[in-house]
C-alpha cells in the first residue's frame, strides 16, 4: 500500500454556528499537485489552514506520511507555506527571509548561505540577495516567498492563492515557474485558487469545492469534460445551458425545434437540461434539416486560434457560445447558423 | 477661496497663473494660518528671551533659564517625563495588543478607539477634578483604601508629586500610545506571525527576531510622543498643584507675574528653551515614524 | 498558535483598563450628584442622595447659559475653520504635491513643538500689539483650529490614502464637473467619515480647554466651570461630568461610524 503525503480523514471544522468543511477526506500522493478550487467562502482556505495546523479541527484527522500531527502545532509541522500577501518580514533582507527557516532549524551560518544561494538561483532573484521587501515588486517578492518556504526542504507545499494580488502577466510567468519548480523538486504541493483557469492548467488533480465539501476530485481533463455536478460544470470552463424534453433515444426538443442527441435513451419523456461546451457544437450553414437548432450572429470574437461566435438562439434563454470551423473567416452578424450536438456530447441532466 | 475652487468649467485647468506657483498657492491658507497663530507666537518669545535681565539684547536670560533652580527644573520634568513616557509606552502597549488580539465582541475596538479619542485630548483642568474626587485626600478610593487599612497620605504620597502625576498623566497618555501603536500592533500579529509559524518559528521567536523589530520605530516614536506630551503638559499639572517643579508650571509662574511688568525676560527664556526640547523631540518622533511607516507598507 | 479571538488574558487587560479610566468619572459624577460627604460614605448609604441639584442650580448661575452658548458657537466656527482649510488642504497636497506630503505633515505636528503654555507666552508677548484682535470673541477660533490640527489632518491624511483620488478627479472633471462640485460631491462624501472625526476631536477640544481661554480672559464654559468651582465646588464638578458625558458620547457616535467602515477592510 503506497502511503500518501498528506491525508485529510473525515475532517470537520466548526466555527461557531458556521461549519466551514464538512466531512472533508482528500489523500494527496507524493510529488503530486492538487489544487482546491472554489469560490469564495467554499472552504478551500480553511482545508489549507488546517494543513498548516493554524486551526485544530473540529473532529476528524491529518496525517503526514502516514504520522498523524491533527494536534501537532504549526511550527513543528514540516510544511512551507505561501501567502496571497507574501508575508515578508519587513525588518529582514532577501537573504534573512530566506534564510529564516534554517535559522530556527539551527542550521550552520556556511550551509545556510550555500542554501539560500541555491534557492536564489532556483527563482531567479540574483543580485537582489541584499534588497529589502518594501524595495521589491509584487512578482519578487512572492518569489522571495516562495524561496524562503521551499529552503526548509519541506514534506508538503502549500500555497494560499499566492497569485491573485499580482498582475496578469506576472502572474502567469510565477505560475509556470511555480508548476516547474513543483515538478523539479518533487515537492507535494497543494494549491488553492479560485481562478480555474490556473488551476486545470497546473494542477495534476483539481479539487472543486463549495459549501464545504469536495464536489469533484479528479484530473482537470475529467473535469472539464465530465463534470460530476452542474455547479462543476458551470464553475471549470464555459457553459452553454439548453433546456430541452426528450423525444426518443436520439432526439430531443427545444421549443419547436427537434435537435440530434445520443445518449439520452434512459429519460424519455422527461424534461432535461444539456450543459454544453461551446467546442462541443457544430456549426453549418445548413439550416434547413429537421436535426439542428438555428441561430442568428449577434457577434464574434476572434482569438487568433480559434473564433468563438455568439448566437441568439429561439427558447435558449442567454447566449449560444460555439467555436467556428477552423480556417473559416468569422461568420457575419446576422447571418442564421445551424448548430448541431457533437458525438463528443454527454452531458444531459434531469431538471 | 483657494485656487482649487476658482477655477471653474471643464477641460482647461492651466489658467493664466503658471502651475508652478499655483501649486504653492494652493498651500497659503494652511500655512498662513500656522504662521500667524503658532510661528509667530513663537517667534515672539524666543525674541523676548533673547533679552537681558537688564532689557538689553543678550543670551543672559536663556542662560539664567538653564541655571540653578531652573536647571533643577529641566532635571527634574526630563526625568518625570521619561517616566511617564515609559508607564504610558509600556500599558499603551499592552492594552493595544489586547485590543488587537480580540476580535470578539466586536465593538470593543471601536469603544477603545472613541474612548482614546475622548481622553487623549481632554482638557487638564477636568483629569485633575476627576482625579481629586478618586484619589484626593477626600477621594472615593483613598476612602477604600483607608477602610482595608492603607492610608494613602501617610507619606509624602499627593497628586502634585512625581507618583502622584505619574498616575494622572497615564490618563492621557495610555490612550495616545493607544492611538499612535494600534495599527502597528494589528499589523504585527498578522500574517508574519503564520508565516513565522509554517518556517518553525514559535512565538519567542517570531516576537525576537520579527514581531519586536518591526514594531521598535512605533514603539519608540510613541514614546517620543509621550515624552514630548508630559513635558509640555500644563493645564493638568496646574490644577494639581502649585509648586514649579516641572518646567511648564516655572513657566506659568514667571508668566502670571510677567503680565504685570512685561521686562521679565527669563519666563520667556525658560518657554524658548522648552520650544527647542520639544522641536527635538518631534524631529526624532518623526524619524522614527516614517521608518516604521515604511515597513508597514511593506 | 490558536487564535480563536477570545483570549482571556487580553478581556482581563481590557477590564481594567476600562475600570482605571471609568473610576475618575464615576467618583467624579458621585461628588456632584451625591449629597454624602467621602468620610460619611458607606455600604449603606451608597444610593442615598443622590439629585440633580446641583447640576440645575449651575445652569441657573449667572454666567453659564452664556459660557456654554459662547463654547458651543467657538466648537462650531472652529471646526468649520478647520475643515475648510485643512480638507482642501490635504486633497491638494495629495493631488498636487505628492513629494511634499511629509513635509506638510510634519508641520501639522508644529502644534506639539509649541504646546499651550508656550503659546501663551507667545500671545502675551503679543498682547499688547494685537489689543484689536483679541477683543473679539472669536479670536480663540484660530487658536483652537491650530491645536486640533494634527488630529484633524492624520484623519484627513489617511482617508484620502485609501481612495484613488487622482482617478476619481480625472473622472469627475471628464464628466464636467467644476473643481468645487468635484470637491463637494465626488470628494467629501468619501472621507465624510474623517471629515466628522476631525470636527467631534475639534468639539473635544474646544470644550476642555483653558489656559488659552484664561490667558485671552475669556469666559468659555472650561473657563466658567473653573470660577463656578471656587463658589460651589459639587457644581463644578456637576458641570464636567456632563461635558464629560457628552463629549464621550460624541466619541461613541464616531466609533460606530468608524467601526462599520473598519469591519468592511477587514473581512476583505
Not at chain 1, 503506497?2 to 466531512?23: C, P, W, Y
Not at chain 2, 484626593?136 to 497620605?153: C, E, H, M, N, P
Request: proline content about 4%; glycine content about 8%.
Amino acid at each position: 500500500m503506497v502511503i500518501s503525503a498528506m491525508k485529510f480523514e473525515n475532517v470537520v471544522m466548526r466555527f461557531g454556528d458556521t461549519t466551514a468543511l464538512h466531512q472533508f477526506n482528500l489523500e494527496v500522493s507524493q510529488g503530486e499537485l492538487v489544487s482546491l478550487l472554489g469560490p469564495s467562502g467554499c472552504g478551500k482556505t480553511t482545508a489549507l489552514r488546517l494543513a498548516a495546523g493554524f486551526i485544530t479541527p473540529t473532529s476528524g484527522h491529518l496525517s503526514l506520511s502516514g504520522k498523524d500531527i491533527t494536534v501537532v502545532p504549526a511550527h513543528r509541522r514540516n510544511m512551507g507555506m505561501v501567502f496571497q500577501s507574501y508575508s515578508l518580514f519587513p525588518n529582514l533582507s532577501v537573504v534573512g527571509n530566506i534564510e529564516f527557516g534554517l535559522r530556527t532549524r539551527k542550521v550552520a551560518a556556511s550551509e545556510r548561505r550555500k542554501i539560500s544561494d541555491e534557492m536564489i538561483g532556483l527563482v531567479r532573484l540574483d543580485g537582489l540577495e541584499d534588497r529589502f521587501p518594501h524595495q521589491l515588486s509584487g512578482g519578487q517578492q512572492q518569489r522571495v516567498a516562495l524561496a524562503r518556504a521551499l529552503a526548509i526542504r519541506p514534506e508538503v507545499l502549500l500555497l494560499d492563492e499566492p497569485l491573485s494580488a499580482l498582475d496578469a502577466k506576472v502572474r502567469l510567468e510565477l505560475r509556470d515557474q511555480i508548476r516547474r519548480l513543483q515538478q523539479s523538486l518533487g515537492i507535494t504541493t497543494i494549491f488553492v485558487t479560485h481562478d480555474q483557469e490556473e488551476a486545470l492548467a497546473i494542477s495534476d488533480r483539481v479539487a472543486v469545492m463549495s459549501s464545504g465539501i469536495i464536489e469533484q476530485i479528479d484530473t482537470p481533463f475529467q473535469i472539464y469534460k465530465n463534470p460530476a455536478s452542474e455547479n462543476v460544470a458551470r464553475f471549470i470552463g464555459a457553459i452553454v445551458e439548453i433546456d430541452a424534453h426528450v423525444v426518443n433515444s436520439h432526439q430531443v426538443a427545444v421549443g419547436s425545434r427537434q435537435l440530434s442527441c445520443i445518449g439520452a435513451d434512459s429519460q424519455v419523456g422527461s424534461e432535461v437540461r444539456l450543459m454544453v461546451r461551446p467546442e462541443e457544437f457544430i456549426l453549418s450553414r445548413d439550416v434547413v434539416s429537421d436535426d439542428c437548432l438555428v441561430g442568428t450572429v449577434v457577434r464574434t470574437e476572434f482569438r487568433g486560434s480559434q473564433t468563438l461566435v455568439f448566437l441568439s438562439v429561439p427558447d435558449v434563454p442567454n447566449e449560444l457560445s460555439a467555436i467556428a470551423a477552423p480556417g473559416e473567416a468569422p461568420p457575419s452578424v446576422g447571418s442564421q447558423l445551424g448548430i448541431r450536438l457533437s458525438t463528443e456530447f454527454t452531458r444531459i441532466a434531469p431538471r | 477661496m483657494i485656487s482649487l475652487k476658482t477655477e471653474k468649467g471643464g477641460t482647461a485647468s492651466k489658467g493664466v497663473v503658471p502651475p508652478f506657483l499655483l501649486n504653492w498657492l494652493g498651500l497659503l491658507p494652511f500655512a498662513a494660518l500656522i504662521f500667524v497663530f503658532l510661528v509667530v507666537p513663537a517667534i515672539g518669545v524666543f525674541i523676548q528671551a533673547l533679552h537681558n535681565s537688564d532689557g538689553s539684547v543678550g543670551f543672559g536670560s536663556m542662560r539664567e533659564a538653564v541655571t540653578g533652580q531652573n536647571f533643577d527644573a529641566f532635571v527634574f520634568s526630563f526625568g518625570f517625563s521619561l517616566g511617564t513616557a515609559t508607564v504610558g509606552t509600556l500599558f499603551g502597549l499592552l492594552v493595544a495588543y489586547a485590543i488587537a488580539v480580540t476580535s470578539r465582541p466586536r465593538w470593543v475596538r471601536g469603544v477603545a478607539m472613541s474612548f482614546s479619542g475622548v481622553t487623549a485630548n481632554m482638557g487638564g483642568v477636568l483629569l485633575a477634578f476627576a482625579f481629586l474626587s478618586l484619589l484626593g485626600r477626600q477621594g472615593v478610593l483613598t476612602k477604600i483604601f483607608s477602610a482595608l487599612g492603607w492610608d494613602l497620605y501617610a507619606g509624602d504620597f499627593n497628586l502634585g508629586n512625581t507618583v502622584g502625576l505619574i498616575v494622572v498623566y497615564s490618563y492621557f497618555n495610555i490612550p495616545l500610545m493607544v492611538l499612535v501603536s494600534l495599527a502597528a500592533v494589528e499589523n504585527v500579529k498578522g500574517t508574519w506571525r503564520e508565516a513565522c509559524s509554517s518556517l518553525g518559528g514559535n512565538a519567542f521567536t517570531y516576537w525576537r527576531r520579527v514581531g519586536l523589530p518591526v514594531l521598535s520605530p512605533s514603539i519608540i516614536s510613541g514614546f517620543l510622543l509621550l515624552f514630548a506630551n508630559s513635558f509640555s503638559a500644563y493645564a493638568t499639572a496646574r490644577a494639581l498643584t502649585d509648586n514649579s517643579k516641572i518646567v511648564p508650571l516655572r513657566i506659568g509662574f514667571f508668566l502670571s507675574g510677567d503680565i504685570k511688568t512685561g521686562t521679565d525676560s527669563l519666563g520667556y527664556a525658560l518657554a524658548a528653551w522648552m520650544i527647542i526640547v520639544m522641536a527635538v523631540c518631534i524631529a526624532l518622533y518623526w524619524i522614527a515614524r516614517s521608518r516604521a511607516e515604511r515597513w508597514q507598507r511593506a | 498558535m490558536r487564535d480563536n479571538g477570545r483570549p482571556v488574558w487580553a478581556y482581563f487587560v481590557l477590564c481594567i483598563t476600562g475600570l482605571f479610566f471609568l473610576a475618575p468619572f464615576l467618583t467624579m459624577a458621585r461628588f456632584a450628584f451625591q449629597n454624602v460627604l467621602v468620610i460619611d460614605l458607606g455600604w449603606s448609604n451608597l444610593f442615598e442622595n443622590w439629585s440633580f441639584d446641583k447640576a440645575t442650580a449651575a445652569f441657573g448661575a449667572t454666567y453659564f447659559a452664556e459660557s456654554l452658548w459662547y463654547s458651543l458657537r467657538l466648537a462650531v466656527f472652529t471646526s468649520v475653520l478647520s475643515v475648510a482649510i485643512i480638507v482642501p488642504t490635504a486633497v491638494f497636497v495629495h493631488l498636487r504635491l505628492k513629494r511634499l506630503r511629509t513635509i506638510i505633515e510634519f508641520f501639522t505636528l508644529l502644534p506639539y513643538v509649541i504646546p499651550a503654555i508656550g503659546l501663551v507666552a507667545g500671545i502675551v508677548v503679543l498682547k499688547p500689539y494685537i489689543r484689536g484682535f483679541i477683543a473679539s470673541d472669536y479670536s480663540l477660533v484660530p487658536f483652537y483650529a491650530v491645536l486640533s490640527l494634527p488630529f484633524t489632518y492624520r484623519a484627513l491624511d489617511s482617508a484620502l490614502q485609501s481612495l484613488p483620488l487622482e482617478t476619481l478627479v480625472s473622472a469627475s472633471r471628464s464628466l464636467g464637473a467644476t473643481w468645487t462640485q468635484t470637491l463637494f460631491r465626488v470628494l467629501l462624501p468619501n472621507i465624510k467619515t474623517a471629515v466628522i472625526s476631525g470636527v467631534f476631536l475639534t468639539i473635544a477640544i474646544v470644550l476642555g480647554e483653558y489656559t488659552i481661554a484664561d490667558v485671552l480672559l475669556k469666559r468659555t464654559l472650561p473657563a466658567f466651570m473653573v470660577e463656578y468651582r471656587g463658589t460651589d465646588p459639587r457644581g463644578g464638578y456637576a458641570l464636567a461630568v456632563l461635558t464629560l458625558a457628552l463629549t464621550t458620547l460624541l466619541f461613541v457616535v464616531l466609533g460606530l461610524l468608524t467601526r462599520s467602515r473598519h469591519e468592511k477592510s477587514r473581512s476583505s
